[in-house]
């Protein structure tokens, strides 16, 4: 599913512009959106989602802008946040819920729940699950994740979804998210502080840097070392490092 920005603007006030002249996401791409905080990532994100309005410009999914309509939203799913959990239901329940807005019954929510039961520890599943509310911020955030895998979208969005995760649960999640790609063709696009994992998952990455685009290129095994420069540049200066 193709994402394309126009024109994209969004204000706060005077403290904050979000400006993108043109973003285009192809079909089947992973496309990794990394900044500093308050670089205007999720505010991105919750625009591409019809969360936000645009002060000017507008997102359209697969050639449909997203405040013109809502057919999209059957062909998209996503995780940005807890906001985005039901916290006085059991995981169980909630991935349940998720799978009935996207039409699907209990059993096919079952079957395609198999492959990520490795992904959960403890008792976040079955019987002896506790609800979403009394779970760690890990666990949450697991059951967030898949419950956006859970429809197979043609375009999933993930705000940092490996934070709070373990270093078993980050390398488990790079799997799942390859294979979602792989197997189903879902265009991701991923935003995250974890360069690293970014890099490992997506083929194209776009530095954000005070609301605007400052770097939009291929991965490739030198984009680690060039982000890791970049963001040290604008440490030493204690700033945007845009001119670097």
Known sequence: ???????????????????????????????????????????????????????????????????????????????????FLIDFLTPDEFLSFVGSTYDLDADTVEQRLAPYRDFFTDDVLGQRARYIRDLSMGNAKKVGVVAALLPRPDLLILDEPFANLDPRSQIQLKDLLRRQRTEHGTTMVISSHDLLHVTDVCERIAVLDEGCIARDEPTTEETLKTLEAYFSSAAAGNGSARAA
Not at 55 to 66: C, F, K, N, P, T
Request: aromatic share 6%; charged share 25%.
């Open 1 to 83: 599913m193709r994402l394309e920005a126009q024109r994209l603007v969004k204000r706060f006030g005077d403290s904050f512009t979000l400006s993108i002249p043109q973003l285009v996401v192809e079909d089947g791409a992973a496309f990794g959106l990394v900044g500093n905080n308050g670089a205007g990532k999720t505010t991105f994100l919750r625009l591409a989602l019809d969360l936000l309005p645009p002060d000017e410009g507008h997102v359209a999914l697969g050639g449909a802008r997203v405040d013109e309509g809502d057919d999209w939203k059957t062909r998209v799913s996503a995780h940005l946040d807890d906001s």
